[in-house]
């Protein structure tokens, strides 16, 4: 079946590195994205990764995969206090042909002095 | 490019009343998804069309929520009647449709209140 879990809090001091974890359960090849949500705003995708690739790397934002216990992670260098928002966790699996796109419960990301 | 339109914002009605939610997707693209965000989740997908035909409407409530996209552009959504526990955003996406990736962009969704 199709699940994706995620731990629901995070809390930085600006400047340090935030890591957000995320759980998926799908057994065939898929896409996993990182999306960002802030407060009365839409999802905007951050980035993606393939499942066959450990990691992926975009300016301040690291992505790292472990096919093995299928576990996700994102990692933001130099956290802002622009970077609070929520971060879901998505997946599309391969499997089924219809682009289905599913997401975790979200990790809401605060970033203080 | 334009992006995912939706309409209204926001809305406030009385449980047992009926509402309707608008999107219109980017254009040509094939897949539309509607999803439930409640206060404090992440989205669950409520139905999936690829066109104009349904691939995914396992979660949503069809004893009081339909929805459709006639000729494979805009849809609705409509619950009839509401429930207090319906009151969420309602976010509208779409995506292109094909083997690779491709991003699903997303409107800024209603907000949805019932009282």
């Known amino acids: 079946g199709e699940d994706v879990e995620q731990s629901l809090f995070l809390s930085v001091r600006e400047g340090d590195s935030s890591v957000i974890n995320c759980t998926y359960t799908?057994?065939?090849?898929?896409?996993l994205y990182w999306y960002k949500q802030e407060p009365g705003a839409g999802l905007q995708l951050l980035t993606y990764?393939?499942?066959?690739?450990d990691m992926k790397q975009d300016q301040r934002l690291t992505v790292l995969l472990n096919k093995k216990d299928k576990h996700l992670s994102l990692r933001i260098a130099d956290t802002q206090t622009g970077d609070s928002a929520i971060y879901f966790c998505?997946?599309?699996?391969?499997?089924?042909?219809?682009?289905?796109?599913?997401f975790g419960a979200g990790t809401r990301l605060a970033v203080h002095p | 490019e334009a992006g995912v339109a939706q309409s209204p914002r926001y809305k406030i009605i009385e449980k047992r009343q009926s509402v309707a939610f608008w999107c219109n997707p980017i254009?040509?693209?094939?897949?539309l998804y509607w999803y439930q965000q409640i206060l404090g989740q992440g989205p669950k997908l409520l139905i999936q069309?690829?066109?104009?035909?349904?691939?995914?409407d396992s979660q949503l409530p069809k004893d009081r929520f339909s929805a459709e996209r006639l000729k494979g552009v805009d849809s609705t959504l409509k619950i009839q009647p509401a429930k207090l526990e319906d009151s969420a955003v309602y976010l509208c996406?779409?995506?292109?449709f094909g083997a690779g990736n491709t991003e699903a962009f997303f409107g800024q969704g209603t907000r949805l209140t019932v009282v």
């Open positions: 996406a779409s995506r292109t």
């Open positions: 799908d057994s065939s090849s898929t896409y």
């Open positions: 990764i393939f499942s066959n690739m």
């Open positions: 998505a997946e599309t699996p391969i499997s089924g042909g219809y682009n289905k796109l599913i």
């Open positions: 254009s040509g693209h094939a897949t």
């Open positions: 069309f690829q066109n104009n035909g349904v691939v995914d």
